[in-house]
């Protein structure tokens, strides 16, 4: 039997909370479902470098919120268009990686609705060979999380624009994401089926294949209460969707109207911890000061932004201005992008 639980919030870091408090806390012998949307977000996989996935200029400029998950995989995007799943469920021997189980529901929806959709690698499913479902999975103790994206009509421009960085700018061992050719469910199903049939088709099926469906679990207080410990102490803290990451070595250069800049940075758990600026630019002032200023920054567009504020930049790089140097950092080259996650 599966229990739904009940999640009405649109809220990125308390989803993700919601989840870690179900696997943990809520009754061990039994099996959860948690159906849920968020607002629109980047969702990081556990061991990547927030840094190297995510298009920070656009996310700013869109308010687009950053969240690292427990699980592995790659960084996707969230919007109200975008169906997530998640089951919590006893682990069974050698089920971790086992997507067939949990993406079964899924295939079996859609295929009674007379969509051709198929599992066409380990944890992706596809329609035509373009992808519409990520999945990745987390253990912890004798209990398995295993949560999906459902892309049912999503803003597909806002996916290419928001992952879209420059591979090239930043080395690090964060685990990078695979980028594939994406496409909604939506424009795949009968004119008449909107998100909430296909909702609660998605749900019986569920309860078909799982041994029937319990009373939905209602969150009480000491549950709320729980959950917002874990998404002000996890999942709504900087340390943890951009500290967390990898440390990784950055290389830009840019050549502008007064000169070339080259800037080098070696950031450690989000922390610019050396910083180095070349070029030919003609600066008026020690660069090795604007260097110093940078040295224990975060790595975070709006910190360097204030903490630039307070630098006359334009004298140490002959004219070259303060948004020059963070879109020499942050910015994204508009050839580079991809319709892909």
Known sequence: MVIPVLNPSNDPPYNLALEEYVLRR???????????????????????????????????????????????????????????????????????????????????TLKSFGVPAERSSRNDLTIEGQKFSGNAQYVSGGRLLHHGTILFDSDLDAVASVLRVQPDKIESHGIKSVRSRVTNVRPYLPAAIGLEEFIARLTAEVGQQGGGLGPTYRLGEEDELGVEGLRRERYARWQWNYGDSPAFALKARRRFAQGSVEMRLDVHEGVIRDCRIYGDFLGSRDIGELEAALRGQRFALQGLRATLAEQSVEEFLGGIGREDLLDLLFGVDEAGGTDAR
């Open 26 to 108: 809520l009754d061990p012998r039994q099996d959860y479902l948690i159906l849920w949307q968020n607002r629109p977000a980047v969702i990081v996989g556990r061991f990547q470098n927030t840094a190297e996935e995510v298009n920070q200029p656009y996310v700013d400029g869109h308010g687009v919120s950053v969240v690292r998950r427990l699980s592995g995989g790659g960084a996707v995007y969230h919007d109200l268009g975008n169906l997530n799943f998640t089951f919590i469920v006893q682990r069974e021997p050698g089920g971790f990686n086992d997507f067939h189980r949990f993406t079964l529901p899924v295939l079996e």
